[in-house]
């Protein structure tokens, strides 16, 4: 069955610094991967789409990228900020079918 | 308005007892998804609708029922609430393209 993961549930990082997220997939060939960033107690909220055939996206202090060979996206927030803690969100679909999640990753930066 | 309403925000029921949630939509979109979110299992797929005339089932659609009453109105049932049915539930709406979700604020339901 499909799998996505999310590397780590939580990752902490000092106020400047780069965060890193990593998602991978098995057993799918997604035509789009997106990210979202979820508060607590929130819905999700977009950020990103990137396309198979796309190998970056870039958007304010956000980057993603993807590789379809190693099935994994890496999501960079840089110049991080206490405001971007949060709980982050990957997804993946393609036409024609609704988007299945990762169970995210819990970034928490510190002042 | 919110562009994707869900009522009510809270609900407590009891165990047995047939529930409905609520989600409206203002964005003149055709898809809209139902989600159910636990602590450790992240968001699961429950039913979703492409158009009017269009139902699926997602990954977790036992004990739940849907209704797409129009374009902009997707309500979820629970014909008899199990505990196991707690958790908080998010509808989304999204255009054709499937790119960029608009989620309501969810709803927190309890079945006790």
């Known amino acids: 069955s499909q799998k996505i993961e999310q590397n780590s549930e939580a990752l902490n990082i000092q106020e400047g610094k780069t965060a890193t997220l990593t998602c991978n997939y098995t057993?799918?060939?997604?035509?789009?991967l997106q990210w979202y960033r979820q508060d607590p107690g929130r819905g999700p909220v977009f950020l990103l789409l990137?396309?198979?055939?796309?190998k970056e996206k870039r958007k304010e202090r956000l980057k993603v990228t993807f590789d379809t060979t190693l099935k994994q996206s890496l999501f960079h927030i840089t110049a991080s900020q206490p405001a971007d803690s949060a709980t982050y969100l990957c997804?993946?679909?393609?036409?024609?079918?609704?988007?299945?999640f990762g169970k995210g990753t819990t970034l928490s930066v510190s002042s | 308005d919110a562009d994707v309403t869900q009522t009510p925000r809270n609900r407590i029921t009891k165990t047995g007892k047939r529930i409905m949630l609520e989600c409206s939509q203002t964005?003149?979109?055709?898809?809209m998804y139902w989600y159910r979110q636990d602590p450790g299992l992240g968001l699961r797929l429950i039913y979703y609708s492409f158009d009017v005339k269009d139902i699926n089932k997602g990954e977790i659609s036992d004990g739940y029922s849907v209704s797409r009453q129009a374009q902009a109105k997707f309500s979820l049932s629970l014909e008899s609430a199990i505990p196991n049915q707690t958790a908080l539930y998010f509808c989304?709406?999204?255009?054709?393209?499937?790119?960029?979700?608009?989620f309501g604020s969810g709803t927190r339901l309890t079945v006790v």
């Open positions: 964005k003149g979109h055709d898809r």
């Open positions: 997804a993946l679909s393609n036409p024609g079918t609704a988007l299945i």
């Open positions: 990137i396309r198979e055939n796309e």
């Open positions: 989304a709406t999204s255009d054709l393209s499937g790119a960029g979700y608009t």
């Open positions: 057993n799918y060939s997604p035509a789009y």
